[in-house]
C-alpha cells in the first residue's frame, strides 16, 4: 500500500525519519507558503488536544486561566531594557493599518511579559491580592534566525503556554518556581518523556530573569531539546512596570515574580523519543486513540462478528476509553500498518475463533500479543495499557541514562559528543571557561546544578583552567 508514496525511513536516520512521519501519520502539513509556519493535520491536532488537556488540568489546580492580547503597543514592549536586548532581532511589528501608518507600532507577542505586566500593575493592590498565578495557551512569534523545524523551532508557535505569577518576596517566588518544576516533572511523566532539569548559565537565562531553570530532554539522534523553562524574576520587571502591593504595614513593595513556558515541543519530543521504524508510539494518556478495534470481517460469520466487535467497542467506551473501530473495506494487515504508523497504543483483533474462545486477541504496539478474557476486557486493557505505559518509560530513561556520559577533558567531552551523546564536564563557572568549552566542543552548554537519577553531581578540575568545578550539561541542542 505504500509503494506509491516509498516507505518510511529508518529512526536511525532521524531528521528524516522525523520529517517523514511528519506527514505520514498526518501531524504537520509543512507546504504553508511561510518559513517557519506549520499547518496542523486534525490528527495531529487531536494529539495536540490530549496533550494540553493534561498540561491544563495540571496547571488548573492553583492556576488560573486567563487570555491576553496578542498585540503590544511599542512602549510597553521598550520598557524593560534586558527584556528588549533579548528579544529586539526576533520581534514582528504592525506598523499599518490598512493603508495608514499607525502612530504607536504594535510588537506581536514573542512571550507575553509585556502585555500581561501593565494589567498587573493594575490588578495588584495588597499583598491579600497575592499570590496571583495565571496562564494561557496561545500563539506567539519570533523571528528564528536558527534553521526552523516543525514543533521544533516555529516562527508562530502555536502552542505556547506561559505561566506568570507574582508573589509578595523573592523566596516565595523561589517556591513558586520549585512548584512550577514539580508540576513540569508530573506533566513529562504522564507523557513517558525523561527530563533533566539544570540551572542555565547567567549569560544564557531569560532577559529579565534572576535566573533560569531549564527542562532538557535527550532526542534519538544525542541532540538535547530544551522542553520547558521556568524563571525567576525577581523584582526586574515589576520596577519597570511598577506591580507593587501595599505590605501588612502600609507600605508599598515591588512584587517578586516568575514566569514559565511550554511550547509545542513537547509533542516534538513525544514524537521523537518513543517512535520507532514503524511509526508514531503514543503514550496511552494523551493518544489520540487508545484502542484501535479491528474485526477480522470474513466469510460466513460476517454480522456475527461485526455484532461482538460493536459490543466490545460499546463496552470500552463507556468505560472512558477512546476507541476507534476500524471497519474499512481493507485487508486486515494494512489496517495494522495504517494504526502503526499513526501511534495508536492498543490494537484488539476479533475474529470467530476468537469470540467463540471467549477471548479477545491484543497486540500493542510495541509488539507483544496476548489474548484477553473477554468477559474482563475492562481490566484488562487498563492492565496492557498502564504495562504499555511502564514500558515506553523505562526504554526512554535507558536512553537518557545510555546518553550521559562524564568527560574530564575537553578530548574526552568531544568523544563523547561525537557519538551522539551529553557529557558531563566540570567547569568552574567563569565566562571564559564557558565560552571557550563551547567553542572547543562546537556545543552548547546546558547548566549546572542538575536535578537528575542519571547525572552524577561530582564536580572536579574545571576542564579549561583546572580550578574548582561543578558538574555541567554539555551537549549539541536543537
Ligand atoms: N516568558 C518566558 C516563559 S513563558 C519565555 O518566553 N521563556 S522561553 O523563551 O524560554 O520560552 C519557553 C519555552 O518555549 C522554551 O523553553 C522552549 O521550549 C519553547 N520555545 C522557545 N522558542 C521556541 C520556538 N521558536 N519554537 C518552538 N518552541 C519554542
Ligand atoms: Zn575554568
Redesign the pocket.
Known amino acids: 500500500m505504500d509503494d506509491e508514496l516509498g516507505a518510511l525511513p529508518p529512526k536511525s536516520q532521524f531528521s528524516e525519519w522525523y520529517n517523514d512521519l511528519l506527514w505520514r501519520a498526518e501531524v504537520m502539513d509543512v507546504r504553508y507558503p511561510v518559513k517557519g509556519l506549520y499547518v496542523w493535520y486534525p490528527y495531529g491536532f487531536a494529539i495536540r488536544k490530549h496533550v494540553y488537556s493534561r498540561l491544563r488540568e495540571l496547571l488548573d489546580r492553583d492556576h488560573q486561566e486567563a487570555l491576553f492580547p496578542l498585540l503590544i503597543p511599542e512602549q510597553e514592549f521598550m520598557k524593560e531594557a534586558e527584556h528588549i536586548k533579548g528579544f529586539e532581532d526576533e520581534v514582528y511589528w504592525v506598523t499599518h493599518g490598512g493603508t495608514t501608518p499607525l502612530e504607536v507600532k504594535l510588537a506581536l507577542r514573542p512571550?507575553?511579559?509585556t502585555a500581561i505586566y501593565p494589567m498587573y500593575a493594575l490588578w495588584v493592590r495588597s499583598h491579600a491580592d497575592l499570590p496571583l498565578k495565571i496562564y494561557q495557551i496561545v500563539n506567539t512569534f519570533?523571528y528564528?534566525t536558527k534553521q526552523t523545524r516543525p514543533l521544533?523551532?516555529?516562527?508562530e508557535?502555536t502552542s505556547?503556554m506561559?505561566?506568570h505569577t507574582v508573589h509578595t518576596t523573592w523566596d516565595e517566588a523561589e517556591a513558586q518556581v520549585e512548584s512550577e518544576i514539580a508540576l513540569t516533572r508530573e506533566f513529562y511523566a504522564s507523557l513517558c518523556i525523561p527530563i533533566i532539569i539544570s540551572k542555565r548559565p547567567d549569560w544564557d537565562k531569560?532577559p529579565g530573569a534572576d535566573y533560569t531553570i531549564?527542562?532538557d530532554t535527550v532526542m534519538p539522534n544525542g541532540r538535547t531539546l530544551?522542553?520547558?523553562?521556568v524563571?525567576h524574576l525577581g523584582t526586574h520587571f515589576s520596577k519597570t512596570f511598577n506591580i507593587t502591593y501595599e505590605d501588612d504595614k502600609g507600605v508599598q513593595q515591588h512584587a517578586n515574580q516568575t514566569?514559565?513556558?511550554?511550547?509545542?515541543?513537547c509533542i516534538a519530543a513525544l514524537i521523537g523519543v518513543h517512535g520507532d521504524d514503524k511509526g508514531l508510539i503514543l503514550p496511552p494518556a494523551v493518544a489520540t486513540i487508545q484502542v484501535v478495534i479491528v474485526p477480522i470481517l470474513i466469510g460466513k460469520r460476517h454480522d456475527d462478528v461485526l455484532a461482538s466487535a460493536q459490543a466490545l467497542e460499546a463496552e470500552l467506551k463507556s468505560a472512558g476509553f477512546r476507541v476507534k473501530m476500524d471497519t474499512r473495506d481493507m485487508r486486515p494487515g494494512a489496517k495494522y500498518y495504517w494504526w502503526e504508523l499513526r501511534g495508536v497504543p492498543l490494537r484488539l483483533e476479533l475474529g470467530p475463533r476468537d469470540i467463540d474462545g471467549g477471548k479477545v486477541m491484543a497486540v500493542t504496539r510495541l509488539g507483544e500479543k496476548k489474548p484477553l478474557e473477554r468477559s474482563g476486557v475492562v481490566e484488562g486493557v487498563n492492565g496492557v495499557l498502564a504495562g504499555i505505559a511502564e514500558a515506553m518509560k523505562a526504554k526512554a530513561e535507558d536512553h537518557v541514562k545510555a546518553s550521559l556520559c562524564t568527560a574530564g577533558s575537553i578530548a574526552a567531552c568531544n568523544a563523547s559528543l561525537n557519538e551522539g551523546k551529553v557529557a558531563v564536564v566540570p567547569w568552574c563557572g567563569d565566562r571564559a571557561c564557558g565560552d571557550a568549552i563551547e567553542e572547543q566542543s562546537n556545543s552548547s552548554i546546558l547548566g549546572t546544578e542538575a536535578r537528575s537519577p542519571y547525572v552524577s553531581a561530582e564536580g572536579g578540575a574545571c576542564v579549561i583552567c583546572g580550578k574548582p568545578g561543578k558538574a555541567t550539561l554539555v551537549g549539541r541542542t536543537y
Open positions: 512571550t507575553s511579559e519570533r528564528e521544533i523551532r516555529l516562527r508557535i505556547f506561559e505561566s531569560f531549564a527542562v530544551q522542553i520547558g523553562t524563571h514566569c514559565y513556558g511550554i511550547s509545542e515541543r
